[in-house]
């Protein structure tokens, strides 16, 4: 494992002293509040299988350096994708030219690189220290396997990707923070078909730990039992009811709900500016008493965990929401500076070249205290989502939407049929006020999730226990 | 493969598109490939926001890439970086040789069987522009664009903002047959987003245009006004009863609806069985007053090009003809495996290697205006806004989110928010009973008003 305090030192075409002498001419004005430098080098790996074949397998290396300069409620941004002093001296004047005032100021300075306190991921037996056979094996046996459950299985797709990323961030404060930070993702996605009747399935899966436990047998055969359980199941679904309707959800992934109906109306960007529906409704009550819910980024290799976000602040568990009343936002240092709070370690970036914008990481609901058949019981005629597609949120009317991809109509407690996928609608600050019950079965979802925001991705988590919601609308065809 | 090497090796990074290609596809030939193919894309963009009159961010980014793909016979694999000085881009090509060994040999993989000239001269695709702005200009396109937006109506109460800005691209693609061509585009764009509170109810709204010259933005008051407006419409927003209606889809949302059909006549997703158009070549897909067709060569659009993303050169097509499927969409892998022919639809991005898409679609319009739609429907719903992904080009199912406006007897009532619409792709596209006249060339697909009778909304 090279290391990782150098590893910047080794490609920036000169030391570490000349760079500091470049950047030494950039004097930063009094008026400027925060600034850094991003370094970035990732090198990702991919490979797919479709048709019985692994036909596809790649490579793919981005490194650059993003500087930017932050004055009050203004930004100045620019990156190269070159890692040498005179280029990153240059994106760093080009940044520069948002803040007001002469440069009289203090020069941004390069201290001796620091490890991130806390250590979530593993950095032994990652997904590169494998030769390239085995990783195409692990694809060919998916396929395998998924032909295996069932005769009707008429195409397997699946995927394989993985990255390596090696940050420094270098602030204006002084601090200097390098991570490096894996990344595995797996999804199978099966088309099943009887007749004319054509349906899919999948399972995704991964995380920021070790690779053998990714890739284990058991694992591997869990995830395309899963995936062609989901397609057979579709073979048999009806068209679901539309309207409004009471919901039970199912654990994990489904809490993808927390995600786009209260996680991004808290991030502290929509806050400051007021453009959120839960702009200044701190110690108000927006969801029902069973419901408190968390943002954690320290959660061990999980896929929305960083032991420091993207400006070098430590992650942290945040409480948003405390047994229905709104204790907190997500921010990152801009934001919390101009809200006179502090970052929660919820800066995020999609790359060098890209801003930094509070993001969600781990965003759970805590169990509660039903059991989850009963909550299931309780539901005289509705809907049992247990797994979803991609949801979008409104975050100023707060309407938001997420799609079923596997669910069951219910009546007096009892599941009748699967129901063909469906979009649900409801309204973000009033749907956890129609709670009804918690279950004590939380689970997080299998590492699946990357959220959208201004044209940035970054992967995130959500946690579900059972939960039912009452009067959600259900978008069938019947 | 042959590929004259370059002459004049340079130590530092290569900043042009065509030398960088020639050393590549030299390495591929060295390292054992036996053909190969590259994409160089550099470009230059600056982007500057504001927000309640001031400026809020600037943003300045250059930047360049390769992507590669090599063969070993049948065998491929694919690489793709940021770094491109020539030891690394020797050392990847090799790496991705050595990575082709390992995958699957497929006898349908590989270059186009013969190279041809680009279709039509870049410069008749992309105008030549006549004046490139200065910061200072994005930045008072965008305050005006704001201001007109703020002093529109006193319920705009608060601004996301405005943005304006320029990019410029290089596109060069190359491939050991001999093909090397490239062409440059231009893109400006300038939006505003604001908000609008009635009560307790808050609703946001944006409008923007984009386009190949800077003129395109002269419009700062008008794109103000329009994003103010179709905010302050959406106040007072309801829910309407659950049940069928007639659904109107602006030009905006029935953009999206044709954006739904562009993947499901993909020759991609016809070998995988993975649409729910498979097998209905020459048969009613659509109703009969809708004609698609496909234009590279509009003048300035997103999707103009001259060559695909495997070098062959770009041609017109008629997807849809009165409602009947004409073709698929073929890249040259998938017109192989089903024994067809490449219709020049590959599309290539750095990291990823040739796929099926489209250069610019367009629904050939119809002569009604939007009030004549409404009059013909005779009440119902104005669809302006889907959000969320429901959609299954493999099952044909859609499902999305919806916000419009009630309409009866030819004028709209009021707002409805808090919906969605439901029904299959199918349905949906042989109900389109009629379309507007109000077709705009303003993105990669276009269309007018589309009119479809009874589709399923679920509301109260």
Not at chain 2, 18 to 25: C, D, K, N, T, V
Not at chain 2, 356 to 384: F, Q, R, Y
Not at chain 2, 408 to 420: K, M, Q, Y
Request: aromatic share 6%; charged share 25%; hydrophobic share 35%.
């Amino acid at each position: 494992m090279p290391d990782i305090v150098r590893f910047f030192e080794d490609r920036v075409e000169s030391t570490t002293e000349s760079l500091q002498s470049a950047l030494a001419h950039v004097a930063l004005p009094s008026t400027v509040d925060d600034a850094d430098l991003y370094f970035e080098h990732t090198l990702r790996e991919h490979y797919s299988v479709e048709d019985g074949m692994v036909k596809k397998a790649g490579q793919d290396v981005s490194q650059g350096v993003g500087a930017r300069i932050v004055s009050g409620e203004r930004t100045g941004f620019a990156f190269t994708e070159e890692f040498s002093p005179r280029q990153i001296a240059q994106a760093l004047e080009s940044a520069r030219r948002i803040a007001q005032g002469p440069g009289s100021g203090r020069p941004l300075a390069l201290s001796r690189p620091g490890r991130p306190q806390h250590n979530l991921y593993p950095t032994t037996d990652l997904a590169f220290d494998r030769p390239v056979p085995d990783k195409i094996g692990i694809l060919e046996t998916i396929d395998r396997l998924c032909r295996q459950e069932s005769s009707k299985v008429v195409q397997v797709m699946a995927s394989l990707a993985f990255e390596d990323k090696t940050v420094q961030i270098v602030r204006s404060d002084g601090q200097v923070v390098v991570d490096r930070i894996p990344l595995t993702r797996l999804n199978v996605s099966v088309i099943a078909q009887e007749g004319s009747n054509r349906q899919t399935g999948s399972y995704g899966w991964g995380g920021r730990t070790d690779f053998s436990g990714i890739v284990s047998p058991e694992r591997l055969a869990q995830a395309c039992r899963e995936a062609v359980r989901q397609a057979l199941v579709n073979l048999e679904a009806r068209p679901c009811p539309s309207g409004t309707m009471d919901v039970v959800l199912g654990p994990g992934w489904p809490g993808i709900l927390l995600h786009e109906a209260i996680g991004h109306g808290l991030e502290g960007d929509f806050n400051r500016k007021g453009t959120s529906a839960f702009s200044g409704r701190i110690g108000q009550r927006v969801a029902s008493p069973l419901c408190t819910i968390i943002d954690d980024g320290t959660l061990p290799g999980r896929r929305g965990s960083l032991n420091v976000d993207d400006e070098g602040t430590p992650t942290q568990r945040t409480v948003l929401i405390e047994n229905g009343i709104l204790r907190g936002y997500l921010q990152d240092r801009q934001n919390a500076r101009l809200m006179g709070t502090h970052s929660t370690g919820n800066g995020r970036r999609e790359s060098y070249a890209h801003p930094v914008m509070p993001r969600m990481t781990n965003t759970v609901m805590l169990p509660g205290e039903s059991d989850p058949a009963e909550v299931l019981a309780s539901l005289d005629r509705g809907i049992y989502a247990v797994n979803f597609g991609g949801g979008q949120v409104d975050i100023t009317s707060g309407k938001f939407v997420f799609s079923m991809s596997e669910a069951y109509y219910v009546e007096k407690g009892k599941i009748l049929h699967p129901v063909k996928g469906a979009t649900l609608i409801g309204n973000g600050p009033d749907v956890l006020t129609k709670v009804r019950m918690v279950g004590t079965d939380m689970s997080l979802d299998t590492g699946v999730g990357t959220c959208g925001k201004d044209g940035q991705s970054v992967p995130v988590g959500v946690g579900l226990p059972t939960i039912r919601v009452d009067a959600l609308t259900v978008g069938g065809t019947n | 493969m042959n590929v004259v090497p370059s002459q004049n090796l340079p130590s530092k990074s290569f900043e042009d598109g065509e030398e960088a290609i020639r050393f590549i596809l030299e390495a591929a030939r060295s390292a054992g490939a036996t053909s190969a193919d590259a994409l160089f894309i550099s470009g230059v963009e600056e982007t500057v926001g504001v927000r309640k009159g001031e400026i809020e961010k600037v943003q300045a980014a250059q930047s360049r890439g390769i992507g590669i793909r090599v063969f070993a016979g049948t065998r491929q694999s694919s690489v793709a970086t940021r770094d491109l000085s020539p030891d690394h881009l020797r050392t990847l090509v090799a790496r991705a040789v050595a990575m082709a060994q390992h995958t699957a040999e497929d006898p349908y993989a590989g270059l186009p069987d013969r190279i041809l000239p680009p279709a039509i001269d870049p410069a008749k695709l992309f105008p030549e522009e006549s004046h490139s702005p200065s910061r200072d200009e994005l930045v008072e396109r965008a305050l005006a664009t704001e201001k007109a937006a703020l002093s529109y109506d006193p319920r705009i109460t608060n601004s996301e903002g405005a943005e304006c800005s320029r990019s410029h691209s290089h596109i060069v693609f190359g491939n050991s047959l001999g093909f090397l061509h490239g062409y440059r585009k231009s893109s400006y764009a300038l939006s505003c987003s604001v908000i609008a509170t009635s009560g307790d109810q808050m609703e946001r709204d944006y409008w923007y245009v984009t386009g190949p010259l800077w003129e395109k933005t002269s419009d700062a008051e008008g794109i103000g006004k329009k994003a103010a407006s179709r905010t302050v419409r959406r106040l007072g927003a309801r829910r309407i009863k659950t049940g069928s209606y007639p659904v109107i889809f602006d030009p905006e949302t029935a953009r999206s609806l044709i954006g739904h059909f562009a993947g499901a006549v993909s020759g991609s997703a016809l070998y995988r069985n993975a649409t729910y158009l498979k097998g209905r070549e020459g048969t009613p897909v659509m109703n009969a007053c809708m004609t698609l067709r496909e234009d590279p060569f509009l003048p300035g659009a997103p999707g103009s090009r001259p060559f695909d993303g495997e070098g062959l050169p770009t041609r017109k097509k008629t997807l849809v003809d009165e409602g009947v499927l004409q073709t698929f969409l073929f890249d040259t892998y998938s017109a192989r495996k089903l024994g067809r022919q490449s219709t020049a639809n590959a599309v290539r991005s750095l990291g990823d290697g040739p796929g099926v898409g489209i250069s610019n679609l367009i629904v050939v319009p119809g002569t009604s205006s939007l009030e004549d739609l409404m009059k013909k429907a005779g009440k119902g719903l104005l669809v302006t806004e889907l959000i969320g992904f429901g959609v299954s080009t493999v099952t044909g199912d859609y499902s999305r989110g919806a916000f419009g406006y009630w309409f009866e007897d030819g004028a709209i009532l009021h707002p409805v928010s808090e919906i969605t619409l439901a029904g299959t792709l199918d349905e949906v596209y042989q109900n389109i009973v009629d379309r507007g006249s109000d077709l705009e060339i303003r993105s990669s697909i276009n269309s007018p008003s589309l009119l479809v009778e009874g589709l399923r909304i679920a509301g109260d």
